[in-house]
């Protein structure tokens, strides 16, 4: 009798399937599994029925190198930045102490301790407070929208292939279009300055986010969605519990890479229509010959910018640990 079922149980296309992606997912015989919870060396054996099982010991990375390999690291990371910073600073400060003219003039830029001492009379200022303030909150409105529909629809095109023959072929011929052509079209459309700027500033996080979400979808295991489903997941649980946290690493790269085009687009509608952000301060320093003026706007751009990447990439180890300890094991 027994036989017999399992007989008509492997002609069963639908019960083969879902025995085919249980085996793929799990493979058989014993599997030791480190338990993080715990002490710093454990062990777990796991019997799948197996007459003999091999017990092998997991060390976490930390106990093999030692809090000291992981400072000695950071330490080394940290340097490396240093010199980077100090290299460019020191090639600054020589093209301007020498003025150098060659195939590049250096001639009219400022030395970096009038850049400094320009700052720290700026930093103080109202005006200039706001000017940080208004971009970072038009970098945020327009990057969170972008956000928000890139990977809804990313996910949804990705799932449904209706959907995206529907929606792309029209995305794909926007998309080329750069955000400085978006300037005049964006300010006939809408009712204020400010909602056009936030709307240049959409566009140039929202195709970037979107593709990398719709390649993080593609790229997702066949095996995992077929193993999901036999152990009798919906649709929702299936986008929620395998898709997504199988795309997050592509939806995170089109995250940090819509952030930097979302900064150059922001940057250009604030210097061709705005009246307020660091784009605008400074656009209005070159207008003004304000040339110290003009490589503090730079260079605030450029921390800015940074820091919302630094906040993407530690959003990504938040939410995607298994990452972080691939790499340490990897290293």
Sequence with gaps: ?????RMRSLADPQVAGCTAAESAVQPAGPRVVEDSTSS???????????????????????VRG????????????????????????????LGTEYRWDFYIRFTNVPAPGEVYREFMGLVGSAKFQANIGISLQRIMLGFCIATFLGVVLGLLCGR?????????????????IPAIAWVPISIMLWPSTESSIIF???????????????HGVTAVDPVLIRAARCLGAGEW????????????????TGLAVG????????????M?????????????????????????????????????????????????????TGTKEST
């Design 1 to 5: 009798m027994s036989s017999a079922i």
């Design 160 to 176: 449904h292939a209706l959907l995206k023959g529907l929606v792309f072929p029209a995305l794909e011929v926007l998309r080329p």
């Design 237 to 252: 649980a299936l986008m929620t519990r395998v898709v997504l946290p199988g795309a997050l690493p592509h939806i995170f």
């Design 272 to 324: 061709i229509s705005g009246q307020f952000g660091v784009g605008y301060f400074t656009w209005e320093a070159y207008s003004l010959i304000e040339y110290p003026h003009i490589v503090i706007g730079m260079l605030v751009i450029g921390v800015l910018g940074l820091i919302c990447s630094g906040g993407i990439r530690m959003l990504a180890r938040l939410l995607m640990p298994w990452q972080r």
């Design 200 to 214: 240049i500033t959409f566009i140039g996080a929202f195709f970037p986010i979107l593709l990398n979400t719709l």
């Design 259 to 270: 952030m930097g085009v979302a900064w150059v687009s922001l940057i250009a509608a604030e």
């Design 40 to 62: 710093p060396l454990a062990i777990k054996l796991i019997d799948t029925g197996s007459d003999q099982a091999d017990v092998q010991t997991s060390v976490p990375p930390m």
């Design 66 to 93: 030692g809090m000291s390999g992981k400072l000695r690291v950071q330490i080394g990371s940290l340097m490396l930045s240093l010199l980077s910073i100090g290299l460019l600073v020191g090639f600054w400060y």
